[in-house]
């Protein structure tokens, strides 16, 4: 069964501190991984990595993408409190019909 | 502005009445879903359509039914059947159900039942 695993769960940090989240899949014939923020209310689109865009970055935060090893990681740098949200990490594969496989997410608090 | 619309915001509801949910978009998408996010249960999917006047079943599909008359609409009806319908409900749009199109979400509209 395909499956999506983030980790950790929850995280709190101060301001300025650098953060890591992890994504790791089991999916079979993996096309795209994509990375979400979520504040209060609709996730937004940060990244979407793929076989030939294995590294993503924008401004403080950036992407990467294992295929050997099988996950991927979001990293922060100088985090501030409007980083604080619930980060989702989604895998798409070439069956199941092409839908999305979500992991349960990863909620990032941010201190001042 | 483009975008993904959904209403109402919040909406309360009493044990065995069917309720409505409505998602717009106009970003010409073909694609668009329902997902319901429970606390420390993610987004699962309930329904998705790929084109107009055709819809699949998610994972969680039972006590929940969809239409997709026009491509701008895509309504989710909540059942009486559905056990426990209080929940946070997403609607998502794309491009269409391809590898490499990302989803955009609407707001949510936040189901309670009483």
């Known amino acids: 069964e395909d499956k999506v695993v983030q980790s950790p769960l929850s995280l709190v940090v101060h301001e300025g501190d650098t953060v890591t989240l992890n994504c790791s899949y089991e999916v079979t014939n993996f096309r795209s991984l994509l990375w979400y923020k979520q504040e209060k209310k609709a996730p937004t689109f940060l990244f979407m990595l793929t076989s030939s865009g294995i590294e993503k970055k924008s401004g403080r935060l950036s992407s990467i993408l294992d295929k050997k090893e099988l996950f991927s990681i979001l990293n922060i740098t100088a985090t501030q409190t409007g980083d604080s949200a619930i980060y989702l990490c989604?895998?798409?594969?070439?069956?199941?019909?092409?839908?999305?496989?979500w992991g349960l997410g990863t909620s990032l608090a941010v201190n001042p | 502005d483009g975008g993904i619309t959904q209403s109402p915001k919040y909406l309360f509801r009493k044990e065995g009445q069917n309720v409505t949910l409505s998602c717009e978009q106009n970003?010409?998408?073909?694609?668009m879903y329902w997902y319901r996010q429970d606390p420390g249960q993610g987004l699962r999917l309930i329904y998705y359509?790929?084109?107009?006047?055709?819809?699949q079943k998610g994972d969680i599909a039972e006590g929940y039914s969809v239409s997709r008359e026009k491509k701008e609409s895509f309504p989710l009806t909540v059942t009486s059947a559905q056990k426990n319908p209080t929940a946070f409900y997403l609607c998502a749009s794309s491009n269409r159900v391809g590898i490499y199109n990302e989803q955009f979400f609407g707001p949510g509209t936040r189901l309670t039942v009483l």
């Open positions: 989604a895998v798409r594969s070439a069956g199941n019909n092409r839908k999305l496989i």
């Open positions: 970003l010409n998408h073909d694609a």
């Open positions: 359509s790929q084109i107009v006047n055709d819809f």
